[in-house]
């Protein structure tokens, strides 16, 4: 797959270094994978939900969340937020609003 952008994750770390390692070794098994659905996906990353139209990740022991979008028929995955399991908290009362 294609994970666009690698720019976001970068940005994330520099602010977090914890998180440096757990999002490359995401981006890593991500980009050398070709998923054909979700279940595809949920081979290589078990603790992947969807919560439509998302898909988000638990990185680096469940301290962080990568959100994306992932167009299964392109081999893409568009990244939308990396946040912190307390920031993805927040998000989640907003996306329940409906203001995401």
Known sequence: MHVISLKMLREFWS???EAEQPLRNWHTVAEHSRFADFADLRQSFRSADYVP???IFDVGGN???I???VRYRDG???VRWVMTHRE???WC???????V
């Open 88 to 90: 993805y908290d927040d």
């Open 67 to 69: 959100v994306v979008v």
């Open 76 to 78: 893409k995955i568009f």
């Open 93 to 99: 009362k907003l996306y329940r609003k409906g203001k």
């Open 63 to 65: 301290n962080f969340r």
């Open 53 to 55: 139209p998302y898909t």
């Open 15 to 17: 602010k977090h270094p």
